[in-house]
Structures are given as structure tokens and as C-alpha cells.
């Protein structure tokens, strides 16, 4: 969008805008940069991105407020829809574009992820992968989210599906395989709509200072004319039994509330998902 479109992101108080993705060379590497100025210049910080790659594979470092820090790692995949001419070099700006969902690679994020990590530090490994729609996870993706919580990453904050996607549990630590879009300009577009691409979710994850999931909290939201409201009752009722059936096999339940927030329970800790107030 129109750099001086950027008001959005700071109204809505954003810490950080992860760029590995497949649309953030459209305007070739001329608008890579503009994005990355105009962010910078607004306060939002980045990662996924750079002038070269040091400075791509760079994670955002976001002081909490109770002490310490949360740092944001983000890459993409080819299989988002990433070009290989869009990956960073030495010299050359670009995006962290994951050559393969390997161990070798988990090995070396992970790596990365070592060098900044302090003790109790939350470590966000956000990634932009698989395709559009469908509700199936590749098993790759499954064995790589794997590899890098085994490595200490906190999070995996999966993304590229226009719709919300299975949600795991993995030794105490979330993994959102596709978190779905949240707002776009997709409206109209014919021929999807069984998922449902106008629901939604802003996602409440509870953590404790070890890195354990403790509760989830899922606010469905409707997008209509490049607007969010809150998402009907009904239509709570529907993402919740498409997120519950997508997710059952991964062992998370999904469950509807009173107040129209939807929570999970996993089968490890098995305790509830609802925020504590």
C-alpha cells in the first residue's frame, strides 16, 4: 500500500511486521526498501527482511513491559509462493527464504535463534508457507515446527492460508499452522467459499515465563468491506467446529464460550484455554 497508509499499523499500536513474504517485492527491491524506511521511520520493527541478509535474518526485539524481551524471527517458504530471485544476499536485498523445511535448516534457524535468546526470552519463529486454502498441514511443515521448538523457539507463528488453520500443542508450546488472514482485499473473489475467507480470528496466547502455553483465547471477527466486526454467534459456531475438526487430529480441542470467544484445550496439560479474565 501507499507508505503514507502507514497510520493503520501505528493506530493499532503493532510492535512488529514480519516481511518474508510473497508480496513484498512487488514493487521490486526499490519498494522493499521504501517499506522498510517508512516502517522504521513510524517505529514498527522488523524482521524477515533486509538490505542484505544479515539484516534480513536480524529477529525484532520487543521490550516487555514486565521485564525482558520477546524477539520475533520470521522466513518464508517457496511453497507460499515466494520467488527464488526475492531471497537476500550478502550484498543484495531481499527476504529469509527457507531453501527447505529440513533438519539441516531448522538447524540452522535455530542457531540463529541461540544467539539472541536469554533466559525466559520468548522466541516468535514466524513463517509464511504452504498454500492458500485446505485445511491439510504437510508433514514437513509438522516436522519442522517440531525441530525448532526441540531448539527453543516459544512460538511458531505459521501464515500464507486466507483462513484459519490446525492449531498445535507441541511440548507445552503453540504452533499455528496457518493463522489465516486478518484483513485483506479478497472480498468478492469467487470459487472458496466453503472456508469461509471473511471469518477470522485475533489470537490471545497466555504464556508462562518458561515458554508454556497456559491459555488460549481466540476472538472470531468478520471482515466485510475492508472492516472487522465482531463475527455472529452463528458464525463463531462455525469456526469453531472447522478449527476443532482441523485440529483434532493434532490432539487440540476447540471449544465455544459464553462470550463468543472460542478456546483451546490440548491433550497434554489437558486444562482449558480461556483467559483468566
Known sequence: ????????????????CTLANNYVLDYGRRGLIETLDTLAHAGLK???????????RKPAIV??????????????SESSGILPSWSAGERESGVVLLPDL???????????VKTVKHQNDPIVAS???????????????VRFAHWLI??????????????????????????LYGSGDFLNDYEGIAGYEPYRSDLTLMYFATMETTGDLTALSMV??????????RASLSDARWLRDSLARASAPFGSEVELGPDG????????????????A
Open 63 to 76: 521490550p516487555l513491559p514486565t521485564g525482558g524481551r520477546i524477539a520475533v524471527f520470521a522466513a518464508g
Open 102 to 112: 529440513s533438519l539441516e535448516t531448522a538447524t540452522d534457524l535455530v542457531a540463529q
Open 220 to 229: 472470531p471477527m468478520q471482515l466485510r468491506q475492508l472492516r472487522l466486526r
Open 150 to 175: 526441540d531448539g527453543g523457539v516459544d512460538i511458531v507463528h505459521g501464515h500464507s492460508s486466507h483462513h484459519p488453520r490446525p492449531i498445535e500443542v507441541y511440548r507445552g508450546r503453540l504452533v
Open 46 to 56: 522488523t524482521a524477515g527482511a533486509g538490505r542484505n541478509l544479515v539484516q534480513a
Open 261 to 276: 470467544l472460542l478456546g483451546l484445550r490440548w491433550s497434554r496439560a489437558r486444562r482449558w484455554g480461556w483467559p483468566s
Open 1 to 16: 500500500m501507499h507508505p503514507e497508509n502507514v497510520a493503520c499499523l501505528t493506530a493499532a499500536q503493532i510492535d512488529v
Open 127 to 141: 513463517i509464511h508457507w504452504g498454500t492458500n486454502w485446505g485445511y491439510d498441514v504437510s508433514p514437513d511443515q
